[in-house]
T-cell receptor, first 111, second 115 residues
């Protein structure tokens, strides 16, 4: 089955700096890659996603890039703010509807 | 904006007891899922459900687990005989249309504590 690796496990940045979280996946059939933000004790919230026919997608301060050849995708957050502090999970979906998640990255934005 | 809802928010049960976790997916969605998250760990897929039957299940979803859509709005997860290791946060999710099945929206979760 699919295996998703996520790095780093923790990330601290100064407010206003950029943050980058990277994921790799194993199943070349995977074609959908969402990113979820989870604040402490709350539900995972879909923040951005990308499909395999696209290399990059942006939504205001967040962007996701996908390299299908290398089987990796990344989340980029620019101009970080304290409210960006949370755990971020990447995920991958192959032909089925099952999401396979990475282990998460705890992002801390220091004011 | 419509959201997935779940009840109860916290369930405490004794080992060996049956529990039913309830979910109300987003009203026009057709695909339903259960995931679990053990404290501090990643979210793990349990089962997907479409057209009134299970589409896919993981190795976690053994004979102790079952799902049901008893009416047009509810989606339930039953654990017949709970074990200590079933203690986790259980998330229900739903997806599409208009988006595809991948764009899954999660409920707030039910924290299950087995003592």
């Amino acid at each position: 089955g699919e295996n998703v690796e996520q790095h780093p496990s923790t990330l601290s940045v100064q407010e206003g700096d950029s943050a980058v979280i990277k994921c790799t996946y194993s199943d070349s059939a995977s074609n959908y890659f969402p990113w979820y933000k989870q604040e402490l004790g709350k539900r995972p919230q879909l923040i951005i996603d990308i499909r395999s026919n696209v290399g990059e997608k942006k939504d205001q301060r967040i962007a996701v890039t996908l390299n299908k050849t290398a089987k990796h995708f990344s989340l980029h957050i620019t101009e970080t703010q304290p409210e960006d502090s949370a755990v971020y999970f990447c995920a991958a979906m192959a032909g089925s509807y099952q999401l396979t998640f990475g282990k998460g990255t705890k992002l801390s934005v220091i004011p | 904006e419509p959201e997935v809802t779940q009840t109860p928010s916290h369930q405490v049960t004794q080992m060996g007891q049956e529990v039913i976790l309830r979910c109300v997916p987003i009203s026009n969605h057709l695909y339903f899922y259960w995931y679990r998250q053990i404290l501090g760990q990643k979210v793990e897929f349990l089962v997907s459900f479409y057209n009134n039957e299970i589409s896919e299940k993981s190795e976690i979803f053994d004979d102790q687990f079952s799902v049901e859509r008893p009416d047009g709005s509810n989606f339930t997860l039953k654990i017949r005989s709970t074990k200590l290791e079933d203690s986790a946060m259980y998330f229900c999710a739903s997806s599409g249309p208009p988006a595809g099945p991948g764009e899954q929206y999660f409920g707030p979760g039910t924290r299950l504590t087995v003592t």
